[in-house]
């Protein structure tokens, strides 16, 4: 496996959670259903040999997805995704689906992608960035300075299709999140809750070892600090306080060998100077592999700090 590791800050806000009696809580569920056929995706090459390579080809994944938006071509922004992909903004957590009238509504123009980085993690492409853009949901503009998100993609059928993406634009203050706009499947939500408790308990307790075992070299994480690596959660799990946080409404997704799994996560934490206040917000997490083997290569939390 190839693999490129980006150490950019000096710490990063521990995502700390919670005990057992924050469990989570789930919904009747039902299968997802399936979007409808849209535009060819693009087409995938071999994987790019370094890390110029890898930062140039997410930096043409993101420009392109975001030209689809603005250009209003919904069938190429479907084409885009995986079925199985989840998409977390300030607003909650969407499919494929239910993702096209949020995109549709945000009013996207002028987008400017910098500071991509990207990794190589097994069969997924991991990419970091910041986006300036005009935007705004429900008559209120979101904010207008460059902004990180947070994008997974796998090859599907010899093209590019995104499984995760997550994006931390959103007006001030931030409003509570809805409910997901999908039920999923029960059995993957509980097996997605399981394993995202598993990770979350063992930053809250500071158990270190089972933390750092979890985490998978190149791993990615955005959050109110910004674009973070591998380095900065272990660094923020040994310095960040927290209280007992509530996992509710987790979500989770197969795409091949990764499990896609979102929730609205209501936890307060210091980190430094810096306090998040203790209010739900969306959260991703991607896991690669299963059992106790499976590893965290994204994560992403929407909270802000007061």
């Known amino acids: 496996m190839n693999t490129t590791r980006i150490c950019k800050s000096f710490f990063a806000a521990a995502l700390l959670v919670p005990n057992m009696i924050a469990a989570p809580i789930f919904a009747q569920a039902s299968a997802p259903a399936a979007p409808v056929s849209a535009a060819t995706a693009a087409p995938a090459a071999s994987w790019p040999a370094d890390e110029a390579g890898l930062n140039a080809l997410a930096a043409k994944l993101i420009n392109g997805w975001f030209q689809q938006i603005t250009d209003k071509d919904m069938k190429g922004v479907m084409a885009a995704m995986q079925p199985t992909v989840q998409v977390i903004t300030f607003e909650g957590v969407f499919d494929p689906a239910t993702s096209m009238s949020h995109i549709s509504n945000l009013g996207t123009t002028a987008p400017k992608v910098n500071d991509v980085i990207a990794t190589r993690v097994g069969d997924a492409l991991v990419a970091t960035c910041l986006v300036k853009a005009d935007q ?20 599907v059928d010899g093209a590019w299709k995104m499984a995760a993406w997550a994006s931390l634009n959103s007006p001030s203050p931030r409003p509570a999140p809805n409910a997901p706009a999908f039920a999923g499947d029960a059995a993957l939500n509980t097996q997605g809750a399981a394993l995202l408790t598993k990770l979350l308990m063992a930053q809250h307790k500071k158990d270190l070892p089972t933390f750092d075992a979890m985490l998978a070299t190149g791993m990615q994480v955005v959050n109110f600090k910004g674009q973070k690596v591998r380095d900065d959660m272990i660094k923020g799990a040994k310095m960040a306080t927290t209280e007992l946080p509530v996992i509710a409404d987790a979500r989770a997704t197969k795409c091949g060998d990764l499990l896609v799994v979102t929730c609205n996560l209501t936890m307060g934490q210091k980190v430094g100077w810096a306090t998040l206040p203790a209010n739900p917000a969306p959260f991703l997490a991607v896991f690669q592999g299963s059992g106790d083997g499976a590893k965290v290569i994204a994560l992403a939390n929407t909270n802000k700090e007061k």
């Open 136 to 155: 705004e949901m429900n008559g209120k503009k979101l904010s207008s300075d460059a902004m990180p998100r947070l994008g997974v993609w796998q090859i």
